[in-house]
């Protein structure tokens, strides 16, 4: 739709508007607008009259353009694309999306879970990963996150933990993160947080792109077939750009540099063709396979090794084309775990079945009305049609007087309406693999969600030295935020005791507190083996695909060394991106002016994957005084990065503090290859990790 009113008459031009003139403005109801800059006065100076409808209307709905924002997930990034099912597995699902060769348009919406619509897009937070599949048998919301395990086990926890994590009741802060008194409240005094803690407390939190990211469906679904048959399934998707993350002192920088980091990120690349896709993968297993098992595959703090179960990719999901309005689509995009469609069905995770009710009912609360499955983004692409009428909002006028039924209006020549269909309609799953313990009401959990430390054990064991390091400096720094609660920071290392009693002295002598007593494990953890799957460096994809280089330049820089540099990181498919003191840019060797994409106070380098230092020995000289390029080349090496300078630049790496490594180069062939990484063995001489 343009963003002109639209005459719905006969389809033809509107009365103030012929062909190829400028649209004329109107009121909401059609009216040509002859001033919108004055209000109608008595007098010059005179007040302004109630009679200006012109006026009223436009402050009228100026009054009430903000919708309440989502309770959790509030910040978020929208695309639209296209699903395609690459594999046949219709032994599995009778789902039309996952036909071989099917297409699908899908809308993806990405978010951080505690801050509010208008806060940062890199803390420390989970991110939500959730995609609407508009298929040919109705719509199937797959609304998960960028971490496997979740936060509790039963929905009924949910408003606690999220009243514990968002900005605290009384003072209203901190905004977008958990490093305070209330969540580590919560978090110590329940231990089935442990695992996702461990998630939380790692650099999964702290994604370097949202098109780096992995993706979960979190919960234990099934899949059935044309015979009924069903199966479990974890469904994940892989980013075909690799995992990625950033180190907590760039997230915190990236914060002052670039409030909408992601956001840009994910905008920027899409309207440039770079097209961010994923692989969509499953993990299929049966009730046989779950009873092995120390864990319970209903419980949503649990994974499934993928050493056990390995995923098999069934598709391929690309984001081609951004929103062309954020309110009408990203910010009224409504997620539901309940659509869902013929050959997927829920399993009894009680989270799950809490997150049936939650998603619907939210919505009313936000969109205001029971219709908002009418909204462009929320439409289905198939037909629809159904008994439910009226409504505040309705925009669909049903003909004929078939709002009931069973009725026999059809025998008297009218139009008798839809009718459900035992073939095509959805039908649930028996229980019959399902374990037996349903029937009586309990309010209790099965035993084994009783093990809350086995798979945060898992967890840890499987990162690299580094990735620890990073799990425990976090969990030192969040429990040091714990501003008035004493007894939280020993509690939460007590719990951590039953994970790994070296992990907990870590974290104690970090806080600088004695070890504490051991809390009593509701169930012995048992040991698992570990999984290289889990972490992120051991699966780090050396490429500079979808990354940018950031090319410092000034007055004097060689001309042939930027030529060919800025083609080096071309052909290696990164994004060269020339920063200068100046943004009118900077007279090369040659004489020529060389533009910049970017000033260099306002493209510090965190917001880059590598550097280069492209300065002739005047070029340096000058730069030498400028406390942003110092700072420029010392948080490119702080964050780990590659560095390529030339000699003349030497005397600013000096004076950054830069030592030699594998990830400070010259300018040749070498930069770019030691770009397409990062410097993790460099950290332990730049700063104290826990
Ligand atoms: Fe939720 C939004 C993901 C548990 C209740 N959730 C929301 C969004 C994502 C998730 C990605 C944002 C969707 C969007 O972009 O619009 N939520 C999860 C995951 C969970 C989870 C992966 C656990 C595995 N959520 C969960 C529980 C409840 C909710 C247990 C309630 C009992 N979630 C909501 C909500 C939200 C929501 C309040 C806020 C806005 C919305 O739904 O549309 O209903």
């Known amino acids: 739709m343009s963003n002109t009113v639209k005459s719905t008459g006969d389809g033809g031009e509107t009365h103030q508007q012929a062909a190829g003139e400028t649209p004329v403005l109107t009121t909401n109801h059609g009216v040509a607008i002859s001033d919108n800059q004055n209000s109608l006065k008595s007098g010059a100076r005179g007040p302004t009259l109630l009679e200006d409808f012109v006026l009223r209307e436009k402050i009228f709905h100026f009054d009430h353009e903000r919708i309440p924002e989502r309770i959790v997930h509030a910040r978020g990034s929208g695309a639209h694309g296209v699903f395609e099912a690459t594999d046949d597995i219709s032994d599995l699902s009778k789902a039309a999306l996952f036909t071989k060769g099917e297409k699908t348009e899908v809308f993806v919406r990405f978010s951080t879970v505690a801050g509010g619509a208008g806060s940062v897009d890199t803390p420390r937070d989970v991110r939500g990963f959730a995609v609407k599949f508009y298929t040919r048998e109705g719509n199937w919301d797959l609304v998960g996150n960028n971490i496997p395990v979740f936060f509790i086990q039963d929905a009924i926890k949910f408003p606690d933990l999220v009243h514990s994590v968002k900005m605290e009741a009384n003072s209203g802060?901190?905004?977008?993160?958990?490093?305070?008194?209330?969540?580590?409240?919560?978090?110590?005094?329940?231990?089935?947080?442990?695992?996702?803690?461990?998630?939380?407390?790692?650099?999964?939190?702290?994604?370097?792109?949202?098109?780096?990211?992995?993706?979960?469906?979190?919960?234990?679904?099934?899949?059935?077939?044309?015979?009924?048959?069903?199966?479990?399934?974890?469904?994940?998707?892989?980013?075909?750009?690799?995992?990625?993350?950033?180190?907590?002192?760039?997230?915190?920088?990236?914060?002052?540099?670039?409030?909408?980091?992601?956001?840009?990120?994910?905008?920027?690349?899409?309207?440039?063709?770079?097209?961010?896709?994923?692989?969509?993968?499953?993990?299929?297993?049966?009730?046989?396979?779950?009873?092995?098992?120390?864990?319970?595959?209903?419980?949503?703090?649990?994974?499934?090794?993928?050493?056990?179960?390995?995923?098999?990719?069934?598709?391929?999901?690309?984001?081609?084309?951004?929103?062309?309005?954020?309110?009408?689509?990203?910010?009224?995009?409504?997620?539901?775990?309940?659509?869902?469609?013929?050959?997927?069905?829920?399993?009894?995770?009680?989270?799950?079945?809490?997150?049936?009710?939650?998603?619907?009912?939210?919505?009313?609360?936000?969109?205001?009305?029971?219709?908002?499955?009418?909204?462009?983004?929320?439409?289905?692409?198939?037909?629809?049609?159904?008994?439910?009428?009226?409504?505040?909002?309705?925009?669909?006028?049903?003909?004929?007087?078939?709002?009931?039924?069973?009725?026999?209006?059809?025998?008297?020549?009218?139009?008798?309406?839809?009718?459900?269909?035992?073939?095509?309609?959805?039908?649930?799953?028996?229980?019959?693999?399902?374990?037996?313990?349903?029937?009586?009401?309990?309010?209790?959990?099965?035993?084994?969600?009783?093990?809350?430390?086995?798979?945060?054990?898992?967890?840890?064991?499987?990162?690299?030295?580094?990735?620890?390091?990073?799990?425990?400096?976090?969990?030192?720094?969040?429990?040091?935020?714990?501003?008035?609660?004493?007894?939280?920071?020993?509690?939460?290392?007590?719990?951590?005791?039953?994970?790994?009693?070296?992990?907990?002295?870590?974290?104690?002598?970090?806080?600088g507190i004695a070890l504490p007593k051991k809390t009593t494990a509701a169930r012995e953890p048992v040991d698992m083996a570990p999984s290289d799957a889990l972490s992120i460096h051991k699966k780090m994809k050396e490429t500079l695909e979808g990354r940018a280089v950031g090319i410092l330049i000034a007055d004097g820089t060689d001309a042939g060394a930027l030529k060919s540099l800025v083609a080096a990181v071309t052909k290696a498919k990164g994004k060269a991106v020339i920063v200068a003191p100046k943004v009118g840019g900077a007279k090369l060797s040659d004489g020529t002016t060389q533009k910049a994409d970017a000033q260099l106070a306002g493209a510090p380098s965190q917001i880059f994957d590598a550097v280069a230092v492209v300065l002739s020995e005047d070029g340096c000289t000058a730069l030498l005084k400028e406390g942003a390029a110092v700072q420029w080349a010392m948080d490119a090496f702080g964050h780990l990065k590659a560095i390529g300078a030339t000699e003349e630049a030497g005397p600013l790496l000096d004076k950054a503090g830069i030592e030699p490594d594998a990830g400070v180069t010259g300018l040749d062939g070498a930069f770019v290859t030691a770009a397409a990484k990062r410097y993790y063995d460099r950290e332990p001489k730049l700063r104290t990790l826990a």
């Open 173 to 511: 802060y901190p905004q977008a993160g958990s490093a305070h008194d209330t969540f580590w409240d919560f978090a110590s005094l329940t231990p089935e947080t442990t695992h996702m803690l461990f998630w939380a407390m790692s650099d999964r939190t702290l994604p370097r792109s949202l098109r780096m990211m992995e993706g979960f469906g979190v919960h234990t679904f099934k899949l059935v077939n044309d015979g009924g048959k069903a199966s479990f399934v974890k469904f994940h998707w892989r980013p075909k750009l690799g995992i990625q993350s950033t180190i907590w002192d760039e997230a915190l920088k990236l914060q002052a540099a670039d409030n909408d980091y992601h956001r840009r990120d994910l905008f920027e690349a899409i309207d440039t063709g770079a097209f961010p896709e994923w692989e969509l993968a499953i993990q299929v297993f049966d009730q046989e396979f779950a009873d092995a098992q120390p864990y319970d595959v209903l419980d949503a703090t649990k994974l499934i090794p993928e050493e056990d179960v390995p995923l098999r990719v069934i598709g391929n999901l690309t984001l081609n084309r951004n929103v062309d309005n954020f309110f009408a689509e990203t910010e009224q995009v409504a997620f539901l775990p309940t659509n869902i469609v013929p050959g997927i069905d829920f399993s009894n995770d009680p989270l799950l079945q809490g997150r049936l009710f939650s998603y619907l009912d939210t919505q009313k609360s936000r969109l205001g009305t029971t219709n908002f499955h009418q909204i462009p983004v929320n439409a289905p692409r198939c037909p629809f049609g159904n008994f439910q009428r009226d409504g505040m909002m309705q925009t669909l006028v049903p003909k004929g007087r078939a709002n009931y039924e069973p009725n026999s209006l059809a025998d008297h020549g009218e139009d008798g309406g839809p009718r459900e269909s035992a073939e095509k309609g959805f039908a649930t799953t028996n229980a019959t693999t399902e374990p037996e313990e349903t029937g009586e009401k309990l309010r209790v959990r099965a035993e084994l969600f009783a093990d809350h430390y086995s798979q945060a054990r898992l967890f840890l064991k499987s990162q690299t030295e580094s990735e620890q390091a990073h799990i425990a400096s976090s969990f030192v720094f969040e429990l040091s935020k714990v501003g008035q609660l004493d007894q939280v920071p020993p509690r939460m290392v007590a719990n951590l005791r039953n994970v790994d009693e070296d992990f907990a002295k870590r974290v104690a002598d970090g806080l």
